[in-house]
């Protein structure tokens, strides 16, 4: 079965057609980063006007990389929740009209069941049930994945995401847009324990994230320093907040696991891509014996391919939207 998806969720405008839910056929990414750049982070009138702008084309060149015509795809899938909602509302628009003009199955899918399903494509071998751990830009997440379209949170951030969290704190530290990028290859060159930053946990809630006080905890550091006149080793500075931050999300992951009893742990989100926190998992999964999954690169961040492979297991377990498809800025993975 062959699924042509749009994913229009936030700065990326991607089409891609995925066969069986497994393999790529093509994959086509719009990016609007270097725009962004300029306002040191997404601006979201902008991104909903880009999406408009760069759909068409990027949906006939996956269909072209594809060396197929509309018609021949077998379904459709948007994302269609969560994320801005003007920037959702284009690909599902988009999509909604191609429904009408073809009579293709339309299949709704969210935007964090799809970053976990880019394993899927990364690992052909990859099955549920699995512990995973979603981190990305506006999502922080523990999930117990029991089955391809049966998600259960156990763990989630009270406050900001692990993503927002790197972004704000390498916008403090002088760093473009995207922060969390920079400032990983950055933190490669400094010293981890240069600074102690602290490791908030939520009472009552062992898995659950807090990124708001360590955020605001570098912020008032480098406030401090400027107003003394002091100038902070950036490279140290950077090194030991990302090992804070990857500290937070190890230990509840880890905990997580051994308390459910995982022995299948899975990553996904653009945070996944981060050095240390792939390193860390890498070194904990192989002392305890534990399988780890993690996408590649260029599948952590926002695509379309992935879109396409978790669309074929909800099509598969029979979830269907009609031309009343709306978008949803906020919505549970588990709905």
Not at 17 to 32: L, M, T, W
Not at 178 to 206: C, L, T, Y
């Amino acid at each position: 079965m062959r699924i042509l998806a749009i994913e229009s969720s936030c700065d990326e405008t991607a089409a891609a057609v995925v066969e069986d839910g497994r393999k790529v056929i093509s994959s086509v990414v719009a990016s609007q980063v270097e725009e962004h750049k300029l306002y040191g982070g997404v601006v979201p009138e902008i991104a909903s006007r880009r999406h408009a702008e760069a759909i068409v084309g990027v949906t006939q060149q996956a269909l072209m990389q594809a060396e197929m015509k509309l018609g021949e795809v077998d379904a459709l899938a948007v994302t269609y929740a969560p994320g801005l909602i003007g920037a959702l509302l284009v690909g599902v628009n988009f999509v909604k009209g191609l429904k009408l003009s073809t009579g293709k199955p339309l299949i709704p899918v969210h935007h964090l069941r799809s970053h976990i399903a880019a394993n899927y494509i990364a690992h052909p071998d990859l099955k549920p049930p699995f512990l995973c751990l979603v981190v990305s830009g506006g999502h922080s997440h523990i999930i117990q994945v029991e089955d391809y379209t049966a998600l259960k949170v156990i763990g989630r951030t009270r406050d900001d995401a692990a993503g927002e969290a790197f972004d704000k704190a390498a916008r403090a530290m002088g760093m473009p847009y995207p922060g969390g990028i920079h400032m990983d290859q950055v933190a490669e060159r400094g010293n981890d324990g240069a600074f102690r930053f602290p490791h908030p946990r939520v009472d009552g809630a062992p898995y659950d994230f807090s990124f708001s006080g360590l955020k605001t905890a570098v912020i008032n550091q480098i406030h401090n320093a400027s107003q003394k006149g002091m100038e902070l080793p950036v490279e140290d500075l950077a090194a030991s907040f990302r090992k804070a931050v990857v500290d937070c999300l190890t230990d509840r992951f880890v905990k997580a696991a051994e308390d459910i009893g995982a022995v299948k742990l899975v990553t996904a989100g653009g945070v996944s891509a981060n050095r240390l926190l792939r390193s860390r998992l890498e070194e904990i999964c192989r002392q305890e014996g534990w399988q780890l999954f993690m996408p590649p690169l260029s599948l952590c961040g926002d695509n379309a391919a992935m879109v396409g492979a978790q669309a074929y297991y909800e099509y598969c377990s029979g979830k269907r939207a009609g031309l009343d498809l709306n978008a949803c800025a906020a919505m549970s993975i588990e709905e």
